[in-house]
């Protein structure tokens, strides 16, 4: 059993699956969870029988390999994944909808839209209800440059999980790109209230505000989010025009 407290700043999400499940005469078992910052997993391996026959070692071979290639990771909002990180993520066969759509995260954080719309369009084909997956795709669609389809996947999301906050980051920054600033500054604060730590969408309201002159709003937004990110370089060039 692991447990270990996460820093009191900044956001996180864990990837890898939850399994109990019996194969070639033992039980395997793991769960996991992320809660008020504390996250614990329990894993176990019980045998169940003395003897197992030759074909059902065989049988068991490949799920196993897979089983053992899912590991649980904690990742912080924000982190940057290294080129060794992409390269193993690229040979890695993920065939649940949750691990697609973190992967696809990771490729849309490095520019990487077309992988990351592949992994998010690949998401909603296994869980065509994977609100996060749909949603996530259009944020792939908008930085290909399509925001038409972008807004489409944003809209069909938000009609179905109303606090979806990637889908009302999405569409602040639409109506941000349009300079309809108060509608920005709604969907980026509604998105906030959800995930208080988004550097993305601290920024961008911190620029709405600026645009509208309410400077006291726009520094205290530049400021959160270089609290969170540091080396928010777009901030401090925020900070310095105000």
Same mark, same amino acid.
């Given at each position: 059993?692991?447990?270990?407290?996460?820093?009191?700043?900044?956001?996180?999400?864990?990837?890898?699956?939850?399994?109990?499940?019996?194969?070639?005469?033992?039980?395997?078992?793991?769960?996991?969870?992320?809660?008020?910052?504390?996250?614990?997993?329990?894993?176990?391996?019980?045998?169940?029988?003395?003897?197992?026959?030759?074909?059902?070692?065989?049988?068991?071979?490949?799920?196993?390999?897979?089983?053992?290639?899912?590991?649980?990771?904690?990742?912080?909002?924000?982190?940057?994944?290294?080129?060794?990180?992409?390269?193993?993520?690229?040979?890695?066969?993920?065939?649940?909808?949750?691990?697609?759509?973190?992967?696809?995260?990771?490729?849309?954080?490095?520019?990487?839209? #077309?992988?990351?719309? $592949?992994?998010? /369009? +690949? *998401?909603?084909? =296994?869980?065509?209800?994977?609100? %996060?997956?749909?949603?996530?795709?259009?944020?792939?669609?908008?930085?290909?440059?399509?925001?038409?389809?972008?807004?489409?996947?944003?809209?069909?999301?938000?009609?179905?999980?109303?606090?979806?906050?990637?889908?009302?980051?999405?569409?602040?920054?639409?109506?941000?790109?349009?300079?309809?600033?108060?509608?920005?500054?709604?969907?980026?604060?509604?998105?906030?209230?959800?995930?208080?730590?988004?550097?993305?969408?601290?920024?961008?309201?911190?620029?709405?505000?600026?645009?509208?002159? #309410?400077?006291?709003? $726009?520094?205290? /937004? +530049? *400021?959160?989010? =270089?609290?969170?990110?540091?080396? %928010?370089?777009?901030?401090?060039?925020?900070?310095?025009?105000?």
């Amino acid at each position: 059993r692991e447990r270990i407290e996460l820093p009191s700043v900044g956001s996180f999400a864990t990837h890898g699956k939850d399994y109990d499940l019996a194969l070639g005469g033992t039980r395997y078992s793991r769960h996991s969870k992320l809660e008020n910052r504390v996250f614990t997993a329990e894993a176990s391996m019980r045998s169940q029988v003395s003897e197992i026959p030759a074909a059902d070692a065989r049988a068991a071979e490949k799920p196993l390999n897979d089983m053992w290639k899912d590991a649980l990771e904690i990742m912080a909002t924000g982190y940057y994944a290294t080129d060794a990180d992409v390269a193993a993520l690229r040979t890695r066969k993920i065939t649940d909808a949750p691990n697609l759509v973190w992967r696809g995260n990771v490729f849309l954080d490095r520019g990487e839209y #077309d992988a990351a719309y $592949a992994d998010f /369009d +690949a *998401a909603i084909k =296994i869980d065509e209800k994977n609100w %996060y997956a749909l949603a996530d795709r259009g944020m792939a669609h908008f930085w290909r440059g399509n925001a038409v389809q972008a807004k489409a996947d944003f809209d069909a999301a938000l009609a179905k999980d109303p606090k979806n906050e990637v889908a009302l980051r999405g569409l602040g920054v639409i109506h941000r790109d349009h300079r309809e600033f108060a509608e920005s500054i709604d969907l980026l604060t509604r998105s906030l209230q959800s995930d208080p730590d988004n550097t993305f969408a601290l920024g961008n309201r911190a620029y709405a505000y600026a645009m509208i002159d #309410d400077k006291p709003k $726009a520094l205290a /937004d +530049a *400021a959160a989010a =270089i609290r969170i990110q540091p080396n %928010y370089v777009d901030m401090y060039d925020l900070r310095a025009w105000i």
